[in-house]
């Protein structure tokens, strides 16, 4: 894929805006487009994460894979998801479904290491932009635990069904604030 094609998709992206031109391309060059048809699950709860993905075109969905499944976001053109993953590829902490016919940007862990390891600037700025997403949704969510913290105890006056709600909501806050998703 030529980088100038990603690199228009990684413009759109959130994460990636504050990225020059010359940066967009760099990490645009270590991009793989990838088809994926509508059901197809990119990662479960517990994967190892390997990857971040950026959505060109179609919609994914991360859900916490439990009996029932529990939808945490619906995403679309431009988000981004797993970008934690290029950090540190640490365990999956949900799944990742395909619920469009999709088009995808993937970048693996390797290849953003080795921009790191060469001390590309396109690498520190995309690190400095995901360490701001991820503080504003650990501030966000940080406020809602003392919100909910501060109402009478679940087990006192409220149904187990009505705690669970309660974390749910968090946990679909944490991963919608922003637009991307990790």
């Known amino acids: 894929m030529p980088p100038a094609f990603a690199a228009s998709t990684l413009r759109a992206a959130r994460l990636f805006q504050a990225l020059r031109e010359e940066e967009l391309d760099e990490i645009a060059a270590i991009c793989r487009l990838e088809t994926v048809p509508a059901g197809t699950w990119l990662f479960h709860t517990g994967d190892a994460g390997k990857c971040l993905w950026v959505i060109k075109e179609g919609a994914v969905e991360i859900l916490i894979e439990s009996q029932p499944p529990q939808s945490l976001a619906h995403l679309s053109r431009h988000d981004v998801f797993g ?77 187990p069904e009505q705690r669970r709600a309660m974390i749910k909501e968090l946990l679909t806050k944490l991963w919608s604030s922003g637009e991307s998703h990790g």
């Open 83 to 159: 970008e934690l993953s290029v950090l540190e590829p640490n365990r999956r902490s949900a799944g990742a479904r395909v619920t469009e016919d999709s088009q995808l940007l993937r970048i693996d862990y390797e290849d953003f290491a080795a921009l790191r390891e060469a001390s590309s600037p396109a690498a520190h700025k995309f690190v400095r932009e995901l360490t701001k997403v991820v503080c504003e949704r650990i501030r966000d969510v940080n406020e809602r635990i003392s919100q909910v913290a501060a109402q009478p105890r679940p087990d006192e006056d409220k149904r």
